[in-house]
């Protein structure tokens, strides 16, 4: 009876997939029927119109029918897992394995993991306050050179997680409570949700990255690397350039290590306690892009000539260090967003290029094209404008003080939960810019009626071309870049934008005028 039961669903989306094919049929039908000679413009883009449509009626069926089969895959991996919990149960153990998406097992205990498999002895995180970070690594090979990032037996550092607030007689408290008594719904207490790092162990490897063609981020390299080795020993890893630049200062940096190639880039993070950027916001957009997974701690010092993201000074750079390596710290995590480009030629949405992940926007605009951008943009499948303009800029609260406040959107707290939808020099007086929730999915697709090209940026790079019937995907990444605080969130934000931007800023009006009788 259960069988059949669930073969019903998949027959009614079979017949439902059939009708919607069936109507692309008819359209495609009705499309290439012979147009008479001096037929109407206007009938040229009704046809454009049903081809959107039969391309709309063949990705729904394709939709419909991937949905219903990950359904399924689902529904198997949560029958297994029910089935092993059950089995633990049995034997009076408790349940330490969930299945991921991947259907792989995955460990839920706080143990670290050794790379080649094992897992070590350690205590459970009682995961009271926050989320508790252990890992060992281990390589079996041992002959290695010094210079290359070390793969022998190195415990990363630990560290736990937990909101805070300022004092305990302030207003701000720790935890969102919200109440549903007697059917009203009230939030009890409101957060601060200011983050605090503290080590649960001592940080062991620092990267270190550095804006080029620099002389004085060069020097200051130099000597931190040196302090940092010789006070508070620990490891060194920089960029192979940074190197070396090193030892043609001096045969004394042969300690210091850097990587290969791209697939020792792709395990920083497993091997790294700390990133500390020497430049401006630029250069703390290139730490983010070298991890395309977890990301380290970032502490940025100010070099460059602005500095929204880096509020350390570089000349109190072995105070606040000593500071940090001690714990707590207060830190921002900025979210970043993960951009997909599907072709038309994709036969679904899974079918999309490599995922490039951004920390202030992607921008989608016309190039060197002389007609306007036209961009049909989806939020979660609902429509939400046709953007006729230069382009579309699509920001992170933490790029809202970059290109999508040039473009007239708002400054936007970094930890503000959201994205940004900011048109660039929109030909129409009404269209103002959106700020959306972080959860939503926004796809941006360039129509087949358009008559150029779009080109999308990431980050101000990695440009892509965008032809009629290409799509962009863009949702909130799951690994944010934790920064670190000079005092703490609001404070750092707040004094970016007055001295960076120089918010407000106005002579005060003259006390000795005419006043209020």
């Not at 069936?22 to 206007?42: F, R, T, Y």
């Not at 350690?122 to 090979?141: K, M, Y």
């Not at 430049?279 to 395309?292: E, I, N, P, R």
């Amino acid at each position: 009876m259960t069988g059949s039961a669930s073969v019903l669903p998949l027959e009614n989306a079979f017949s439902d997939s059939l009708a919607m094919l069936n109507s692309e049929k008819a359209v495609e039908e009705l499309i290439q029927q012979p147009i008479l000679h001096g037929i109407d413009d206007h009938l040229i883009e009704f046809a454009e119109a049903l081809r959107t449509v039969a391309k709309a009626l063949r990705q729904a069926a394709e939709g419909k029918a991937s949905a219903q089969a990950e359904a399924s895959e689902w529904k198997r991996k949560y029958e297994l897992e029910r089935t092993h919990n059950l089995q633990l149960e049995n034997k009076g153990m408790p349940s330490e394995k969930h299945l991921d998406e991947n259907g792989r097992v995955v460990h839920l205990t706080n143990k670290p993991l050794l790379s080649d498999g094992a897992v070590e002895k350690s205590d459970r995180c009682c995961g009271e306050h926050g989320i508790c970070s252990h890992q060992v690594l281990r390589d079996r090979e041992h002959d290695h050179d010094a210079s290359v990032v070390p793969n022998k037996m190195t415990r990363k550092a630990s560290f736990k997680l937990s909101w805070c607030c300022k004092g305990e007689k302030s207003d701000q408290k720790k935890h969102d409570i919200v109440s549903f008594e007697k059917g009203n719904i009230t939030t009890a207490e409101r957060s601060s949700k200011q983050i605090s790092l503290k080590w649960e162990s001592p940080p062991q490897t620092v990267l270190i990255l550095t804006k080029p063609n620099s002389t004085a981020v060069r020097i200051l390299c130099s000597e931190l690397v040196r302090w940092l080795k010789e006070q508070k020993s620990l490891n060194i890893v920089v960029e192979p350039r940074v190197r070396t630049e090193l030892l043609t200062e001096s045969s004394y940096y042969q300690f210091v290590q850097t990587w290969e190639n791209d697939k020792e880039i792709m395990s920083l993070h497993s091997k790294v306690d700390l990133v500390v950027t020497l430049g401006g916001d630029g250069t703390v957009l290139w730490a983010a892009s070298m991890f395309k997974g977890p990301v380290p701690p970032v502490v940025p010092f100010s070099l460059g000539s602005l500095g929204f993201m880096t509020p350390f000074y570089s000349e109190r750079y072995k105070e606040y260090l000593d500071s940090i390596l001690r714990g707590p710290i207060s830190i921002t995590l900025r979210h970043r967003l993960q951009c997909h480009v599907i072709r038309d030629s994709a036969k679904s949405d899974l079918d999309s290029e490599e995922p490039i992940l951004v920390l202030n926007e992607v921008t989608i605009d016309r190039g060197i094209s002389s007609f306007l951008t036209n961009l049909e943009c989806y939020c979660d499948n609902s429509f939400v404008t046709c953007v006729q303009g230069d382009g579309l800029i699509l920001s992170t609260t933490s790029g809202s003080t970059a290109y999508s406040l040039a473009a007239g959107g708002s400054m936007v707290h970094p930890q503000v939960p959201g994205i940004l939808f900011t048109p660039i020099c929109p030909h129409s007086l009404s269209f103002r810019p959106l700020i959306l929730p972080e959860y939503v999915t926004i796809r941006v697709q360039v129509p087949f009626n358009s008559r150029g090209h779009a080109w999308a940026s990431f980050d101000g790079k990695d440009r892509k071309k965008l032809a009629p019937g290409d799509a962009l995907v863009c949702s909130m990444a799951t690994w944010p870049v934790p920064t670190a605080c000079q005092a703490d969130s609001t404070s750092d934000f707040l004094r970016s934008i007055h001295e960076g931007l120089h918010w407000n800023l106005r002579k005060t009006q003259s006390f000795d005028g005419p006043r209020e009788t």
